[in-house]
């Protein structure tokens, strides 16, 4: 793997000296744009509006509008903004990891020790993990400032990326009842359905599966071959009662 930024982790008046790697790889497939006439492919240049030529790569330039015109924003700029962040992940404090809402969760990267053997990195793995607590921290990663949770993964610190708090939608916007009342029986009920359907989390149970099936479409008709399309059976009805619902819901078996 190859490294997306280095710096260090600072603990206290420890710093840990890393290096991040990206810890996830998207699965999906990747499609080509073409033109449905000849499928040929379609490319997308980089115009510039006044000359309508192509603009190469290394002579782009990133600019804001200030008062109808633009100031360049250089590398230099963006690490002078906060340099301290720039070099490394400052932990402000320490969390319960189960109180971050998984809703704020974003992009996580794997934190490599720069030594193989250091005992600081090996103490906050293991203080964090035996306290059930995740550090708090921010920094900054592609010129853009984020708020992030140190947190142990197996034998590995992971810094995952976490959304600010003004990107998150009210929940006040959805159009839900509040004041619905839940009788105890079927609460009961309910309750008794979770613990039915209740198992230890084991990811790698789950897979792909849209992703499998597409590209078994593809190499069919790569052949020649027509895809069988399956058809989508609308579930029964089991009647307007929540309760009755509820229990033909336990009565059958999961998975069947």
Known sequence: MRSIWKGSIGFGLVSIPIKLYTAV????????????RDHAHIKFQRINENTRKEVPYDKIVKGYKFKDDYVIVEDADFEAAAPEKSKIIEIESFVDIASVNPMYYETSYYAEPETK???AYALLLEAMRKSGKAGLARFVLRSTESLCIVHPVDKAMVVTRIRFEQQIRSIDDLNIADNIKVNKKELDMGLALVNQYSEKFDLSKYKDEYHTELLKIIEAKAKGKRPTIKKLKPKKEKGDDLYEQLMSSLSVKKGA
Not at 25 to 36: G, N, V, W
């Open 117 to 119: 053997s250091n005992k």
């Open 25 to 36: 790889e998207k699965t999906s497939l990747d499609l080509d744009m073409l033109d449905s």
